[in-house]
């Protein structure tokens, strides 16, 4: 039987949502909200390269291929961290199943949880501070990139915004199940309003940009 996690970003769209539709537990929605950062971040490079050499954005050229590399970069990053999401809740499941039979196997459990859990609260938080990244790129886009594209920044700007709170929402998730004395069950709190903030500042922002550039003058 093959590894759901095996290989998931490689998977076809078709096989990959039909997976997500499944009563199988991976992929879930950490890799989900990881996977719509990425084409956030891809469709922050496309507008980039739509504009790219146009002469009404020569005065930002520089700017935009910064901005395209960047963009290509968070992809890559977005769409690895669903990879390792997938691959950290299996891991989750597989401690679930150890045995617990003698004091030595429950000791083996109890160890083996403590470090899945960590890597599944981990894991997302990457993901929605790699995705409140895509946001500002499509901030920083937005108001210089093709016109005839701006609708493409706005809806990167939407993709990544959820992405955020989808991750937000996994990380939330693992925090009850990590131990009291766990720094990131004290520290990801902060950590997560913060990134809300951010997201919410830079997705109005963009979506400003983007009315106001589609609006008929």
């Known amino acids: 039987m093959e590894d759901p996690t095996d290989n998931l970003t490689e998977l076809p769209f078709a096989e990959l949502n039909a997976r997500l539709a499944s009563r199988a537990p991976i992929p879930g929605g950490g890799s989900a909200?990881?996977?719509a950062g990425a084409m956030g971040a891809s469709l922050v490079a496309m507008v980039a390269e739509l504009t790219i050499g146009r002469p009404?954005?020569?005065q930002h050229e520089?700017?935009?291929?910064?901005?395209r590399d960047?963009?290509?970069a968070h992809q890559r990053l977005l769409m690895d961290l669903a990879e390792q999401d997938a691959r950290a809740y299996g891991a989750v499941v597989e401690a679930r199943h150890m045995p617990k039979d003698t004091?030595?196997?429950r000791s083996a459990r109890s160890e083996a949880l403590r470090r899945t859990m960590v890597a599944a609260a981990e894991i997302p938080l990457l993901s929605a501070g790699a995705?409140?990244?895509v946001l500002e790129l499509a901030r920083t886009i937005a108001p210089i990139g093709n016109p005839n594209a701006v609708s493409d920044a706005g809806v990167a700007a939407q993709?990544?915004?959820a992405a955020v709170?989808?991750?937000i929402l996994n990380v939330r998730i693992n925090l009850p199940y990590l131990a009291a004395d766990e720094p990131l069950r004290t520290d990801a709190p902060r950590t997560i309003e913060n990134m809300e903030v951010q997201a919410a500042d830079a997705e109005r922002a963009v979506a400003e940009t983007v009315s106001a550039r589609i609006e008929p003058s």
């Open 33 to 35: 909200a990881a996977l």
């Open 56 to 58: 009404d954005a020569a």
């Open 62 to 67: 520089h700017a935009l291929q910064e901005l």
């Open 70 to 72: 960047e963009a290509v």
């Open 103 to 105: 004091d030595e196997e």
């Open 131 to 133: 995705a409140v990244d």
């Open 159 to 161: 993709l990544a915004a």
């Open 165 to 167: 709170r989808g991750a």
